[in-house]
């Protein structure tokens, strides 16, 4: 009964918002990861009516220190400062088209991907504040991760910082059960590029395709770059390695609905 009330609280919540809000916000967050070395760095959310665009400020990255690095690497020596990146990509929700575009990188390059996914999210009952909003606790399976989201019905924009959408709600803070990536809001406020909506998504950055490639191509694609790139190290050194495979722990999805 508790959960049948919160959500009816949430349409009527989206409902009135929608009356008072023209459906334009812009939110910072801040990621954290606790992987081998524990990094943050900020990212902004943009939207607009049914579209979000967002950016990962990886050039923001920093050590996070209040966390331990991987056992394996205390006693190396790590450049913290090549942390940093000059590669920030963009990635566009469109609801309205049921799409994600986005910029991942292929190597030295940049490719244009679209993604197409579902995410099904279960509302709970729990509830708390952030940020002085009430929020409301929703759950998710997403390609191989269990996630935890806590979304605003107050601020009735269906969005939420990476991939995330879908809730009757802004996502204010989200992460996966076993704390290695969450996402908290830091601020919140009135849009301030709007001229993001205007430009042509496909040239906010340079990228070896024109037209979007599907996320599956892209991920053979890489693949293939990463195992044409040993081979030619190994030519030129006349040396044989053995390729490591990455560690699936450490990027945010794990299992994708292919396999």
């Known amino acids: ?92 929700t469109d609801l309205s088209k049921k799409e994600l575009l986005f910029y991942a990188p292929l190597l030295k390059n940049t490719a244009f991907v679209k993604d197409t996914y579902d995410i ?30 806590w979304f605003a019905p107050d601020i009735a924009l269906p969005f939420g910082p990476w991939k995330f959408h879908g809730l009757p709600g802004l996502i204010l803070e989200v992460y996966d059960i ?27 950055m340079p990228a070896l395709n024109k037209e979007p490639m599907p996320y599956r191509k892209y991920l053979d694609d890489k693949e293939e770059a990463m195992v044409n790139a040993l081979r030619s190290i190994d030519q030129k050194l006349n040396v044989v390695t053995t390729k490591k495979k990455i560690d699936p722990n450490n990027r945010e999805e794990i299992k994708y609905e292919w396999e």
Do not use: H
Request: overall charge positive.
């Open 178 to 204: 076993t704390n290695r990536y969450t996402y908290k809001l830091e601020k919140i406020g009135n849009l301030e590029n709007a001229a993001i909506f205007q430009k042509d998504f496909s040239t906010l």
């Open 1 to 92: 009964m508790r959960i049948t009330f919160l959500i009816l609280f949430c349409l009527c919540s989206s409902s009135v918002f929608c009356q008072k809000n023209t459906g334009t916000i812009q939110a910072e967050y801040r990621m954290f990861c606790d992987t081998d070395v524990p990094l943050k760095f900020t990212t902004i959310l943009w939207v607009k009516d049914n579209t979000a665009i967002y950016q990962e400020k990886t050039s923001t990255t920093e050590r996070w220190e209040e966390k331990p690095l991987a056992e394996s690497l205390k006693d190396q020596s790590v450049n913290f400062s090549s942390l940093k990146s000059d590669f920030e990509p963009y990635f566009k």
């Open 120 to 149: 099904n999210w279960n509302i709970t009952g729990d509830t708390k504040k952030i940020a002085g909003y009430n929020c409301i606790k929703a759950t998710t399976v997403f390609r191989g991760r269990e996630w935890v989201a």
